[in-house]
Every structure is written in C-alpha cells, then in structure tokens.
C-alpha cells in the first residue's frame, strides 16, 4: 500500500513512518523542515527512514497548494496520515499566522488532495488542546470542546470541523486523533522531557509553572505510533445509530470519527519530574512560576471508544517510558 505520511521529520510522524515501513508499505514522507527547533533533528530523523528502500522524502509545505496538488497526483497515495503542523500552545500567542498557513490552510490542502484523488482514509492528528477550560475528567470524546484556551487548541478543533464537512460533502472517510501528551526518543526540543532532562544535566534550574499543581496523561510515543497506525485500518464508517436529535461528537451519519489516544493515567507534574531525576540519578533544581496563559491544569483521556472501536489502548508504564526516553537522550546529545 501506498501511504503518504506529512510531517514524516517530526516527532510522531518518524515513529508512524517507520511500523508502517517495517510491514512493508511504501512511504511517501513531506517535510518542511522548518526551523520551528532545530532542523538537525529533523535531518536526523529522516536518516533513520532513509534506510528504508521503501521510503521517499519530499521537502513540501503543506500550505503550499501548487505544490501539494501536484504531489497527490503523481504519487496517488491510497491512505495519508496527516501530521504535519505547526505544534505548541505557548509559540500560538507569540506567532499566530504560523498557525493560520500551517494548520488551517494546510489542512485544508490536505482534505481537498485527499478528496480529489481517491484517498480511501484520512487520518489526522488533532490534540487534547481541544478540551480547552473543560474540568469534567476524563475528558471524553462526547464532551463539548467550544471553548479552546489557545489559538493552537482552536485550530485543532477547526480541523475536526473541516473534516467533518468533507466526510459529509464527499465521502471522505477521516478519523481525527486527540493526543494526549506524548514523550519519548527522538521527542521535541520545546517539550518539558527535553527541558527538564537538558537543564538537569547541565545543572541549570528548571521552570515548573502552577507551582507543580498540574497533571498531564503522559503517553508513551511507541503507543502513540501503534494506536495511530491501527486506526489507519481502520477505515472510518458511518455510525448507523447516530440520531441527529442527540448528536454524538464523536461520530456522524458521514464516514467520520474521533478518538482520544492518551495512557488514560494522569500524573502529577512533580511525579513526572521525580521520575526523571531517578533515571538520571540526578535532582533538578526548581524554578516554581504561576500558571502560563493557554495552559490548562489536568487533561486526563477517556479511551473507552479507542478500545471499542480499534480493540487497542497505551499501556507502557511512565517509569519505562522516562526511562527509555532518557537513554536515548543521552545517547543523542552524545552524537
């Protein structure tokens, strides 16, 4: 099978790439490479794919539709797995366009290759942002998600509107993917794995907001990819029960879905700090702040539709997981 996976140099679109490499399908990856952290990274990543005869790369930016459009046409992916965009909460308030070209009218390219030359499922990465001000835990996919908290939230809920309108004009089978805080090898150099492991090995003070009164559902990138490639084959169908009377925001009477993809275990911030200081047999010193804006104080996964629909839910422990991400760092910053 022929799959075209966007943001193939990013974190979660290197691990996707590579379970759909290693079972034999063909990968087209597009990048932009942009210098959002640093492109050596990303160059990185590609190099592992590159080993694979059954990769391609493309350098393409999404938001570039000439471009985009050509690309469909010649390479006539059967499935695209849409991960390019551009990521974090905190960048969303200090560079907003980048957001506007990146995750809307990127996506939007994205939904009319897709839907111009036969993809039989598109899936795509939307966020736990979405839950925004919401306080009934676990966050549910049958929770309301109108009030975002950031611009970045607001642009991961406007894709599942967007898909939803293609899913429903065309037929386009899209299942959208709330992530739930990822971490893990070949992470990203924004994200607090990498800013607490960097400072507390080169002895600098870490900056904890909220003064440590925060919980985040933590998930493992190896259960991220899995869970993402499961539903990948899982092709999005129409919910024969759905009532327009009592509308299921995770559904449709149209080929559309939404799951949560998160380890459904919360973890308190100093847990997940602690954890860190015992892989690295070190102790970080602490820089306690008051909340940032856009941030939220818990987000917390109901998976129960995951597990129904896909039969699949990450298991892998936060010990094991600070622990093989911490290994691999080392070895990195080694490189």
């Known amino acids: 099978m022929k799959i075209l996976v966007t943001g193939s140099a990013g974190f979660i679109g290197m691990h996707v790439a590579k379970i759909l490499l290693d079972r034999g399908e063909e990968v087209i990856g597009i990048d932009n490479l942009n210098d959002y952290y640093n492109p050596a990274l990303k160059h990185a990543r590609l190099a592992e794919l590159s080993t694979y005869q059954n990769f391609s790369f493309i350098e393409c930016d999404v938001a570039d539709w000439s471009t985009l459009s050509n690309l469909f046409k010649q390479q006539k992916p059967q499935r695209v797995v849409h991960l390019a965009a551009q990521a974090g909460v905190r960048y969303s308030i200090k560079n907003p366009q980048a ?112 003064h440590g009164k925060m919980q985040r559902d933590f998930t493992f990138i190896d259960d991220i990819a899995e869970g993402t490639v499961r539903v990948l084959d899982r092709i999005a169908s129409s919910n024969l029960e759905y009532n327009n009377e009592l509308p299921d925001p995770a559904s449709s009477s149209a080929p559309y879905r939404v799951y949560n993809i998160g380890n459904h275990k919360p973890v308190e911030l100093m847990t997940f700090i602690h954890t860190i200081e015992i892989a690295l047999g070190l102790e970080a010193k602490k820089n306690f702040l008051s909340m940032q804006k856009g941030d939220v104080i818990a987000t917390y996964a109901d998976v129960d539709d995951l597990k129904r629909d896909v039969g699949f839910e990450p298991k892998t422990p936060l010990s094991v997981g600070v622990f093989r991400w911490v290994e691999w760092y080392k070895k990195y910053i080694q490189l």
């Open 99 to 210: 957001y506007v070209q990146s995750n809307l009218v990127g996506f939007s390219n994205v939904l009319e290759g897709s839907r111009h030359n036969d993809v039989e499922h598109l899936v795509y990465a939307s966020s736990s942002s979405v839950y925004g001000s919401n306080t009934h835990m676990p966050f549910s996919v049958k929770d309301n998600v109108d009030h975002p908290v950031s611009l970045y939230a607001a642009t991961k809920k406007a894709n599942e509107l967007m898909a939803h309108s293609y899913s429903h004009l065309y037929g386009l089978p899209t299942t959208g993917l709330r992530y739930f805080t990822v971490y893990g090898p070949w992470g990203r150099p924004d994200m607090s794995p990498w800013l607490f492991t960097s400072a507390i090995l080169e002895g600098r003070p870490i900056d904890v907001f909220n």
